[in-house]
């Protein structure tokens, strides 16, 4: 009895690891304290000027502060000694904190087939996530299932799945992206455990939950970058990745930004044709497998879709188009009205806030991005949210069940506002879904034309038969 016991001890603990991600540092600068348009620029320019993927500086207008985050605190310290020697910024201007630490759970294929072991609160390898989205189609076939919609770069799949509870009939399409950017880790984990929860509250009879899903239809991709992903929690990668793998480029530089790749304003303000910035937004619009993929998905059901959602971190914003400009969309206030009930039904839960605003008036400009492309093509409602946490990509663990259920509650009262406020929107596109559906006449004319051209072969063969035939008695 001992020794099986000792195996199932062994394959217990050997069957999960973790990745250990160091503890970073983050450094804000109190802008208002330098008051210095060009210096800002300046000390920006110094920090890229490292050309070092392993630190991330960015600006923030809302908190008016700069902020620089690295794994490696050596280079803290030989930014912090540039500031003062080069662009005499005293030390003390500079904050610094340690982030804490973060495990990644990597589960091994081993337990492919047993729906236990996917821990839905953990961050979890790509490989993980899809075999579990394969294992909820398999363990619910009438409201689930997962299609590959491409490959990347290094040949990974990119997979999505749909909830689509058939017996409701025709009902408008939303989709819902995580993980554009590789070191967002609580973007895809957000999109998995909200997959989770849609499918657990149906069954379990959720009224809210229920409801959801029977007057819509989710498409959701939790990586829409596995190659990023994968290489930001690898042993040999780097934690802050954000851009994807490919190597076309004509540098020693990887990676294009997919969000600065969709076509809509692509080459715009905000994105950079520099191979080696962080976010270059590639050879051209749609250059990259993964936006091509999702975009060529998205397209095959034009007409259909109601909303798209696209789950980055950091920062509790819900942002819309326009991103190429800071001028307002023609639908602004529509979607600033849906966007603030999404941010009451959010901060409802846990009293977490969101900042609502179109992200060229609120944050900055960025070009080539999904969600104004997705506004651009008919999607009459498209948003790009930053997740919690406010000041950092690395998010402990026990903010991704949290953060999916405000999500989940801000889900219901938007749904909720846009039918009372916007109901033209459900209706034209039910008619929408409701046409594209194969008829009865359809599917008669389609088997009849079926027929009719497999009886023009087996016409076609006895002809090409009789002439060999013929051609043969001729030759002999
Ligand atoms: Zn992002």
Same mark, same amino acid.
């Given at each position: 009895?001992?020794?099986?016991?000792?195996?199932?001890?062994?394959?217990?603990?050997?069957?999960?690891?973790?990745?250990?991600?160091?503890?970073?540092?983050?450094?804000?600068?109190?802008?208002?304290?330098?008051?210095?348009?060009?210096?800002?620029?300046?000390?920006?320019?110094?920090?890229?000027?490292?050309?070092?993927?392993?630190?991330?500086?960015?600006?923030?207008?809302?908190?008016?502060?700069?902020?620089?985050?690295? =794994? +490696?605190? %050596? *280079?803290? &310290? !030989?930014? #912090?000694?540039?500031?003062?020697?080069? $662009?005499? /910024?005293?030390?003390?201007?500079?904050?610094?904190?340690?982030?804490?630490?973060?495990?990644?759970?990597?589960?091994?294929?081993?337990?492919?087939?047993?729906?236990?072991?996917?821990?839905?609160?953990?961050?979890?390898?790509?490989?993980?996530?899809?075999?579990?989205?394969?294992?909820?189609?398999?363990?619910?076939?009438?409201?689930?299932?997962?299609?590959?919609?491409?490959?990347?770069?290094?040949?990974?799949?990119?997979?999505?799945?749909?909830?689509?509870?058939?017996?409701?009939?025709?009902?408008?399409?939303?989709?819902?992206?995580?993980?554009?950017?590789?070191?967002?880790?609580?973007?895809?984990?957000?999109?998995?455990?909200?997959?989770?929860?849609?499918?657990?509250?149906?069954?379990? =009879? +959720?009224? %809210? *939950?229920? &409801? !959801?899903? #029977?007057?819509?239809?989710?498409?959701? $991709?939790? /990586?829409?970058?596995?190659?990023?992903?994968?290489?930001?929690?690898?042993?040999?990668?780097?934690?802050?990745?954000?851009?994807?793998?490919?190597?076309?480029?004509?540098?020693?530089?990887?990676?294009?930004?997919?969000?600065?790749?969709?076509?809509?304003?692509?080459?715009?303000?905000?994105?950079?044709?520099?191979?080696?910035?962080?976010?270059?937004?590639?050879?051209?619009?749609?250059?990259?497998?993964?936006?091509?993929?999702?975009?060529?998905?998205?397209?095959?059901?034009?007409?259909?879709?109601?909303?798209?959602?696209?789950?980055?971190?950091?920062?509790?914003?819900?942002?819309?188009?326009?991103?190429?400009?800071?001028?307002?969309?023609?639908?602004?206030?529509?979607?600033?009205?849906?966007?603030?009930?999404?941010?009451?039904?959010?901060?409802?839960?846990?009293?977490?806030?969101?900042?609502?605003?179109?992200?060229?008036?609120?944050?900055?400009?960025?070009?080539?991005?999904?969600?104004?492309?997705?506004?651009?093509?008919?999607?009459?409602?498209?948003?790009?949210?930053?997740?919690?946490?406010?000041?950092?990509?690395?998010?402990?663990?026990?903010?991704?069940?949290?953060?999916?259920?405000?999500?989940?509650?801000?889900?219901?009262?938007?749904?909720?506002?846009?039918?009372?406020?916007?109901?033209?929107?459900?209706?034209?596109?039910?008619?929408?879904?409701?046409?594209?559906?194969?008829?009865?006449?359809?599917?008669?004319?389609?088997?009849?034309?079926?027929?009719?051209?497999?009886?023009?072969?087996?016409?076609?063969?006895?002809?090409?038969?009789?002439?060999?035939?013929?051609?043969?008695?001729?030759?002999?």
């Amino acid at each position: 009895m001992r020794l099986p016991l000792y195996i199932l001890l062994y394959l217990l603990v050997t069957s999960v690891t973790y990745s250990v991600t160091k503890r970073l540092e983050l450094t804000l600068v109190d802008l208002k304290k330098i008051n210095d348009e060009s210096l800002v620029k300046k000390m920006m320019y110094m920090v890229h000027s490292l050309d070092n993927p392993k630190v991330d500086i960015r600006l923030s207008k809302r908190t008016h502060s700069l902020i620089i985050e690295t =794994e +490696d605190p %050596r *280079l803290l &310290s !030989l930014i #912090t000694y540039r500031f003062k020697t080069e $662009l005499n /910024i005293p030390p003390e201007a500079l904050t610094t904190r340690q982030l804490p630490e973060v495990k990644v759970k990597n589960t091994y294929r081993l337990h492919k087939r047993s729906l236990g072991e996917f821990d839905i609160t953990a961050y979890n390898s790509h490989e993980s996530v899809n075999d579990y989205l394969d294992e909820l189609s398999i363990s619910y076939p009438d409201l689930v299932t997962t299609k590959i919609i491409g490959y990347t770069h290094q040949n990974r799949p990119i997979k999505i799945l749909i909830i689509n509870n058939k017996k409701s009939g025709a009902k408008p399409k939303v989709f819902i992206d995580g993980g554009q950017h590789a070191r967002e880790w609580i973007s895809p984990a957000v999109v998995t455990h909200m997959i989770h929860q849609l499918i657990n509250g149906y069954y379990k =009879e +959720d009224d %809210r *939950l229920r &409801s !959801l899903v #029977t007057k819509y239809e989710f498409h959701m $991709l939790p /990586i829409l970058n596995p190659d990023g992903y994968v290489y930001s929690y690898s042993d040999h990668g780097i934690r802050l990745w954000r851009k994807n793998m490919n190597n076309v480029t004509t540098t020693n530089c990887t990676g294009v930004d997919l969000n600065r790749n969709w076509d809509f304003h692509w080459a715009g303000r905000g994105g950079s044709r520099d191979e080696c910035s962080i976010v270059y937004q590639g050879q051209s619009a749609f250059s990259e497998k993964e936006t091509k993929a999702t975009s060529d998905y998205i397209l095959s059901y034009q007409g259909q879709w109601h909303s798209y959602f696209s789950f980055h971190s950091f920062g509790q914003l819900i942002l819309f188009p326009y991103s190429h400009t800071a001028i307002p969309n023609p639908d602004y206030e529509k979607h600033r009205s849906a966007a603030k009930s999404l941010a009451a039904g959010i901060k409802s839960v846990n009293n977490r806030r969101y900042t609502v605003g179109a992200v060229g008036m609120i944050l900055y400009e960025a070009s080539g991005s999904s969600e104004s492309w997705a506004y651009s093509i008919g999607v009459p409602y498209s948003y790009t949210l930053e997740l919690p946490d406010l000041f950092t990509f690395v998010v402990p663990t026990d903010v991704i069940e949290p953060t999916a259920n405000e999500l989940l509650q801000g889900l219901v009262e938007y749904f909720q506002l846009i039918e009372e406020e916007d109901p033209k929107v459900y209706k034209q596109l039910v008619a929408n879904v409701t046409e594209s559906l194969p008829t009865r006449e359809d599917n008669y004319q389609t088997s009849d034309s079926l027929y009719s051209s497999e009886r023009r072969n087996s016409q076609s063969i006895f002809l090409l038969l009789l002439l060999t035939t013929m051609w043969s008695i001729i030759y002999y």
